[in-house]
């Protein structure tokens, strides 16, 4: 049995990552740790800090967490709904990176969205919490749009490194059903050679885990052009390494895990050691 920590952070109720957590709950039991962070409400926290009075702060106040609340009664709900063994944290404050950090710790998936993750703060994903969570995290953590629809294909993001396998092993453990699915290796370099480092290893290790496996080498520059390039696929999972190393070594500037996200179009397997 998996420990799931469902993380919901903001105003919304996060329903694409719960409709993926329904998908891991038909292939096997689990049990999840709905943790909750109150929203952030700037405008209004700038508007009340003006006055020489307390009653807006504990409006405020009480307004953050009749929002936490309602989330935390949807998640209950659904999950009683679909026999879902959970429990609730009894956090309603807002961002606590420590007691991610410690939940994490013990779980072995976080599921989020990529798309409202503190989204009242700022909507262009990920924004400073998501991108605090995503390298805080102490377990992989795998980042879902909100219109998620069940996966027909998986692409593994793949670099040579230690960490680009890595991910290849935490998600082959996690999600053993996902085997039988179409799955490509991508390795990405702009340059004339088509080599892809230690293909014969990298064949036979994938082929002891996944049913159906090919292997593509793309001839631009991932940080440009990969995102661009996924995000017309449809229905497809995407496996990377630690979000705090891109999984093309060669990136200088950006993740282009952070550019997928950004474009809310498929869900993101990020690994963590």
Known sequence: ????????????????????????????PLEVLG?????????????????????????????????VTANKAIFAKQCEQYHIRHRV????????????????????????????????????QPNAYLQEALHAAECPVLAVPEDYRQCDHLFIAYDGSKESLFAMKQFSCLFPHFSDLPSE????????????????????????HFSSVGFSKL??????????WISERKHV?????????????????????????REHRLPVFIAHA
């Open 89 to 124: 944290h009894d956090n309603d404050k807002q961002w606590d990176k420590g007691l991610l950090v410690k939940e994490s710790r013990f779980a072995d998936l976080i599921l989020l969205s990529g798309e409202l993750f503190y989204a009242d703060i700022n909507v262009r």
């Open 1 to 28: 049995m998996k420990q799931v920590l469902f993380v919901c952070a903001g105003k919304a109720f996060t329903r694409g990552a719960f409709n993926f957590l329904l998908s891991m709950q038909r292939d096997e």
């Open 237 to 261: 999972l995407l496996v990377t390494g630690s979000y705090s190393r891109p999984a093309f070594s060669y990136i200088a500037k950006h993740s282009f895990a952070e550019q997928v996200i």
């Open 219 to 228: 001839h631009f520059k991932a940080a440009h052009y990969f995102a661009n």
């Open 185 to 208: 290796i991508v390795y990405v370099r702009d340059e004339a050679s088509d080599d892809i480092p230690d293909l014969e290893h990298l064949k036979h290790y994938t082929r002891l």
């Open 35 to 67: 943790l909750f962070f109150s929203p952030i409400d700037i405008e209004a926290m700038v508007t009340v800090s003006q006055l020489p009075v307390l009653a807006p702060f504990d409006r405020l106040e009480e307004e953050e967490q009749q929002a």
